[in-house]
């Protein structure tokens, strides 16, 4: 039985609360935090995998992706769309790729070219997907 106050053990619940990386405000890690805190949408797609090959996976399967434009944020925005940001972001466990939707974005073009083409993951491609809540994400991807 465990204590008040012991750490749970993740495989209780898959699904946990997103630490808040504390890093410069402009910072590509620190806005992404932000957006997975404020954005009511978002798709993720993550594998052991560099961000360099998850990247090229990605932009072969989800078309809308390969006319990504930097906007001034450092994020990539889709067909120049300020609707939809995407940032990728690598580690010694692989990589994951967050696309963020926001109020004022049309939810049919990211159900359509966001969603679907990420969630429609091919036999032998090294990825998995989800769509978290808020700051809360499941436990492999916040590792």
């Known amino acids: 039985m465990k204590q008040h106050g012991e750490l749970k053990d993740p495989a209780d619940d898959p699904m946990v609360t997103l630490p808040n990386p504390r890093r410069p405000e402009h910072g ?27 990247t090229q ?15 001034p944020s450092g994020a990539g925005t889709l067909e120049g769309r ?10 010694p466990q692989g990589s994951v790729i967050a696309c963020f939707g926001f109020q004022h974005t049309d939810n049919d073009f990211f159900f359509d070219n966001v969603s679907v083409p990420i969630g429609e993951s091919p036999p032998g491609r090294p990825m998995s997907t989800s769509v978290p809540s808020g700051s809360f994400a499941e436990c492999n991807i916040s590792t």
């Open 82 to 91: 300020d609707d939809v940001l995407w940032l990728g972001f690598d580690g």
């Open 57 to 71: 996976l990605l932009v072969e399967r989800t078309p809308a992706f390969r006319s990504t434009v930097v906007a």
């Open 28 to 54: 590509l890690t620190q806005i992404g935090y932000q957006l997975f805190s404020d954005c009511g949408l978002t798709m993720l797609s993550w594998g052991e995998i560099s961000l360099e090959q998850h």
